[in-house]
């Protein structure tokens, strides 16, 4: 049975699952994570093996981790001994969450020109794109010939029209640094708009969606016939919604204010506004949990904070009605929030019947928890899904895609899954 190992590859920490098969069918083997890479006295495995464990349960190993390299070949040797002793050629491909891949519209089957690209992008996501190529180059090493492919978080908003994606700036600014709205958590939207159209018992290229993925990072999405036309997320993951410490939308004009001001520098300022703003900035949590908590306990900065981010996101979504002419077939909500918070999404969709849209008090409150389904109620004529999203499942199924599909990228046989 062929097995695919997705990587999500942080500066520090290794996040793998493996999937394993046959056809469209994959079932999740193993997940863990490695934290604190090149800290070797605290350095460790985290690992939820269904196999070995028998239910959803964790083992912690310690263990001096010196690189990324050096991780995954500890996940190899824990792979072996608990899951499978030939498991290293049982695995036939590795997928690997890479954030910005520019202009690549499409997964790729990882080769020099791939990797110059994401060296590239990392000007553009510096936080992420190093870390997700030190995952590659990892795998080159521990799965020495197995194919790789890297599916990037743009990769599905690339659809959207130069209208949605375009700055008003000087065009040279395009043309020779790229300037433009990217998009991100493409992986989960993709994803999402899959699992709507099999809810909706209806074909991807005729539905029109808004997607609000909301994590620590959020972001809406506007599908028109299966595909991004708008997303809130722009050259970078700042734009947007407000977030767990990103700022999101703003006057770029305060920017300039806070450096002449404050006297901070460019690092300073980008430091600030992506990792000491949004809820952490305003009310001092970064965990939207812990803000909704402080405010239900009379805390009026996160109070404050709370109304900030409704405004923010229902902003959004209002343009994206007008955008997609009314013509809704559902709103989708994922991730931590928009999965397990029935206040949250009662809140944002609160009293929306000028979009003919109700949702069902009790089924709202009732979907959570990782729990699939539709919470609107009668008249409403958009429907109001909660999908639970598995980036790592899109990862792998992506991955079997490029594998399976004839490209001038690779020379041999397709790999059979």
């Known amino acids: 049975m062929a097995s695919v190992l997705v990587i999500n590859s942080g500066s520090s920490s290794l ?12 079932l999740a083997a193993a997940t863990g994570l490695v934290e604190r890479i090149g800290d070797s006295a605290n350095s460790q495995l985290v690992v939820s093996n269904q196999k070995v464990l028998q239910e959803t349960g964790k083992q912690t190993f310690k263990e001096p981790l010196t690189d990324h390299t050096n991780a995954l070949d500890y996940v190899l040797d824990y792979l072996k001994r608990q899951y499978s002793n030939t498991i290293k050629d049982e695995v036939k491909a590795l997928g690997h969450r890479v954030v910005h891949g520019k202009h690549l519209s499409e997964p790729m089957l990882v080769d020099e020109e791939v990797m110059r ?9 510096p936080l992420h794109n190093p870390a997700n190529l030190q995952g590659i180059v990892a795998a080159s ?4 010939g197995a194919p790789q492919v890297a599916v990037f978080d743009t990769a599905f908003h690339q659809t959207m029209p130069p209208s949605a994606y375009m700055y008003a700036v000087p065009y040279e600014y395009h043309e020779k640094y790229h300037v433009r709205k990217y998009g991100f958590h493409g992986t989960s939207v993709k994803y999402l708009v899959g699992q709507a159209a099999r809810m909706l018992k209806k074909d991807e290229s005729k539905l029109n969606l808004i997607v609000a993925h909301l994590g620590a990072g959020a972001s809406i999405t506007a599908i028109k016939d299966g595909k991004s036309v708008d997303t809130s997320m722009g050259l970078t993951p700042l734009e947007g919604l407000v977030m767990g410490s990103r700022c999101g939308d703003m006057d ?8 002449q001001k404050g006297g901070l520098s460019a690092h300073e300022v980008d430091v600030l506004m992506n990792k000491k703003s949004g809820f952490l900035g305003m009310c001092g949590h970064a965990d939207i949990r812990a ?14 904070a709370i109304e900030v981010y409704l405004h923010r996101l229902r902003r959004y979504m209002g343009s994206y009605f007008l955008q997609l002419r009314g013509k809704v077939d559902a709103v989708v909500f994922s991730a931590g929030m928009g999965e397990n918070s029935a206040f949250l ?42 999908i639970p999203t598995d980036e790592e499942l899109s990862i792998a199924q992506q991955t079997i895609k ?14 059979a899954f």
């Open 291 to 304: 803000v909704l908590q402080a405010a239900d306990a009379g805390d009026e900065k996160a109070q404050l």
């Open 15 to 26: 996040k793998f699952k493996l999937f394993t098969g046959t056809g469209t069918k994959l």
């Open 117 to 125: 690209i994401i060296r590239e992008a990392a000007d553009l996501a």
């Open 141 to 144: 090493a521990v799965f020495t």
């Open 345 to 386: 999404r009662a809140r944002i969709l609160e009293d929306l019947d000028v979009f003919d849209m109700y949702v069902d008090k009790v089924r709202n409150e009732e979907t959570v928890g990782g729990v699939e389904g539709e919470i609107q109620r009668a008249p409403s004529k958009p429907k109001v899904l909660v």
């Open 402 to 415: 490029v594998l399976n599909t004839p490209s001038p990228q690779r020379l041999e046989p397709p790999i």
């Open 252 to 259: 770029p004009a305060v920017v300039l204010y806070m450096m």
